[in-house]
C-alpha cells in the first residue's frame, strides 16, 4: 500500500508542481488587476449615475424620459457591479479556491 501511494505521488507531483505555480501567478494578477476594475468600476458607476441623472432631469441636453438613456445606465450599473470587487476579481478568487483545494489534495495523496 505504501510503495501505491510514493507511485501516486511521483506520478502527481509535476501536476502539483504546476498548481501551486499558476496559483500563486494568478493571485497575484488578481490582486493587481483587481485595483484597475475598481477604478473602472467606478467610472463606469458615475456614468450611471449621469445616465439616470439625464433620464429623470434631462440634464444637461434637456431631453427627461429618453427609453435608450435608462437602457444604457442600466447597463453602465451593471456593468460597474461586474467589474467591482463583488463581481469579477471575486469569482476568480473563487475558482482560484476550488484550484488551491485540488492542490491541497494532490498533496495529501
Known amino acids: 500500500m505504501k510503495a501505491l501511494r510514493v507511485f501516486f505521488k511521483i506520478l502527481l507531483f ?42 429623470l432631469f434631462g440634464w444637461p441636453i434637456g431631453s427627461a424620459g429618453n427609453t435608450a438613456t435608462l437602457q444604457l445606465a442600466v447597463f453602465g450599473t451593471v456593468f460597474a457591479f461586474i467589474l467591482s470587487p463583488y463581481g469579477l476579481p471575486m469569482l476568480a478568487m473563487w ?4 484550484l488551491e483545494g485540488l492542490n491541497c489534495a494532490i498533496k495529501s495523496i
Open 95 to 98: 475558482l482560484i479556491d476550488k
Open 14 to 55: 509535476p501536476l502539483s508542481l504546476l498548481l501551486t505555480i499558476f496559483v500563486a501567478v494568478s493571485m497575484f494578477l488578481i490582486e493587481h488587476f483587481a485595483v484597475i476594475f475598481n477604478i473602472f468600476s467606478g467610472i463606469m458607476f458615475f456614468g450611471a449615475l449621469a445616465g439616470y441623472a439625464q433620464y
